[in-house]
């Protein structure tokens, strides 16, 4: 999930023009996704992703990134989170609104690779919440905001947290990873 230094995901009305971003992220994103077969959203990421991944690699001017992407997208399962959502309309896609811990579990506990969480604050701290959340990827950006959705909100209980590794962007952003220390 991407971040400004002082802690916020989205400008007060949802804004996120101010990420940076670079060839080498996206590079690196990759590495990510090759690792999973799961993408999960909430509502809001997942419409705003809907409506331009699955046809972002076949524009004329598509780049690389949106190429590959694109084909991940497709081809990858995915999980919203959302109670408005309608199920039955949607392609290779199950919608989640009731009984988060048991049935993330269910799926967490299937063979298979990662499920990784694109944005989606507000599903992040539900997952959080539930003990659900086992890694941390916090792209922090150069960028001070002062006030927004924060990164972390609401937080019900403890999570105590192992540093693993960073990496440090050309355009001035560091991926934090974390793992959850599991007790």
């Known amino acids: ?18 990420i940076h971003f670079d060839e080498d992220m ?11 077969d799961t993408a999960l959203y909430g ?13 972002a690699g076949d524009k004329p001017n598509a780049s690389k990134h949106d190429k590959e992407h694109s084909a991940w997208y497709n081809n990858v399962s995915k999980i919203v989170l959302s109670n408005t959502i309608n199920e039955s309309v949607l392609k290779n ?12 579990n269910e799926i967490k506990n299937q ?5 990784l969480i694109f944005g989606s604050p507000r599903a ?20 001070l905001l002062g006030q927004g959705m924060p990164l972390f909100k609401n937080i019900l209980q403890v999570t105590e947290l192992k540093f693993v590794e ?9 991926a934090l990873h974390y793992e959850k220390i599991l007790k």
């Not at 996206?26 to 999973?36: G, I, K, L, N």
């Not at 896609?93 to 993330?104: E, R």
């Not at 063979?111 to 499920?115: A, D, P």
């Open 111 to 115: 063979e298979g690779k990662n499920i």
């Open 1 to 18: 999930m991407h971040a400004s230094l002082d802690g916020f995901v989205a400008g007060l009305n949802g804004e996120m023009n101010w």
């Open 166 to 174: 960073s990496k440090i962007f050309s355009c001035g952003v560091i």
């Open 93 to 104: 896609t199950v919608v989640i609104n009731d009984k988060l811990f048991d049935k993330i």
């Open 43 to 55: 509502r809001v990421t997942y419409e705003m992703m809907q409506s331009y991944w699955p046809n």
């Open 124 to 143: 992040s701290h539900s997952l959080l919440n539930e003990g659900l959340i086992d890694e941390f990827w916090v792209f922090v950006n150069p960028v």
């Open 26 to 36: 996206f590079d690196f994103v990759a590495t990510m996704t090759a690792q999973a």
